[in-house]
């Protein structure tokens, strides 16, 4: 046990931070990575050609010191490559080979907010939710830590600064006093024209993310628009039919995770215009 104490003391002293602790910031090389809708973030990518990584002693320690205490399960050992930010909002999208791992900071290098940008903004990615599921991300407000669901709705996963990948359940955790917890989904949107459509009239819409190894589903409204191409693709081509009426396009996204988003339904007018009255000196009829 003494041989851990040091360690334990230095890991109580930094338990609200997940940010990189002083003695190893020289270790890493500063990088970006990009959201789902093309974001940068500011990340870490640790110099494996310079420096070790935990040796086995070091991880035993660390795995101990961390977990002591806690009704929690390691999933994987301590190391320096990443931490709970790059793990829930990076990493974890086909990202976890060593060379791709990256150790993300609640703030940037100006403190200004870094992982926020996820799920904050016009070009946010994520969006708050209420309905707990799987795959979701979790943030700690106020304890700078952030997790992923699992199928189990009492259990997350998260990795715990430079300690181990654990799964735990929400108050099981270092950085659960204090906090708030808030839960993020992933939210695709469609983007694309909405000015009306004619017989053949082909038009081309976007899905306004894209996550490397994910798969893409397009639905449409079947009797107004044909399909033309782009299929399992983040570009959909269609060509309006001689019909009339409201035709809608939908993008489903499922990710390296499992996450599964589905965008609402992108409406475009098929048809002639609708003109409901027009305005000014005389008399109007309505015109269809």
């Known amino acids: 046990m003494k041989k851990y104490l040091p360690i334990l003391f230095i890991l109580i002293f930094f338990a609200n931070s997940t940010s990189l602790l002083s003695q190893y910031w020289y270790e890493y090389n500063e990088t970006t990575v990009s959201t789902p809708t ?17 040796d086995a002693p070091t991880i035993a320690a660390q795995n101990y010191a961390w977990t002591y205490g806690y009704n929690c399960r390691i999933l994987a050992n301590s190391t320096k490559y990443y931490n709970c930010h790059g793990f829930a909002w990076y990493n974890i999208e086909g990202q976890m080979s060593q060379s791709d791992l990256r150790w993300i900071n609640e703030l940037d290098n100006e403190e200004d907010p870094n992982i926020a940008k996820y799920y904050t903004g016009d070009n946010r990615s994520y969006t708050e939710t209420q309905t707990y599921s799987n795959h979701l991300r979790v943030s700690y407000v106020g304890d700078d830590h952030s997790a992923v669901t699992t199928e189990d709705e009492d259990s997350l996963v998260s990795k715990w600064a430079y300690g181990p990948l654990v799964k735990h359940t929400v108050d099981q955790c270092p950085f659960y006093d204090n906090s708030e917890i808030k839960y993020y989904k992933l939210w695709p949107r469609v983007n694309g024209s909405t000015s009306v459509m004619c017989y053949n009239n082909q038009r081309t819409y976007t ?14 409204e079947t009797n107004l628009f044909n399909y033309v191409s782009g299929a399992g693709t983040t570009s959909y081509t269609v060509s309006a039919t001689n019909g009339t009426g409201d035709a809608w396009v939908q993008i489903q996204i499922t990710t390296p995770s499992g996450e599964v988003a589905t ?17 000014g000196p005389g008399s109007t009829t309505p015109y269809t």
């Open 38 to 54: 093309g974001v940068t973030i500011e990340a870490w990518q640790f110099n494996e050609d310079d420096y070790d990584d935990f």
């Open 263 to 279: 965008s609402s339904k992108y409406y475009t007018w098929v048809g002639k215009a609708q003109v409901q009255s027009i305005s």
């Open 207 to 220: 899905s306004n993310m894209s996550i490397p190894g994910s798969t893409y589903s397009w639905t449409r």
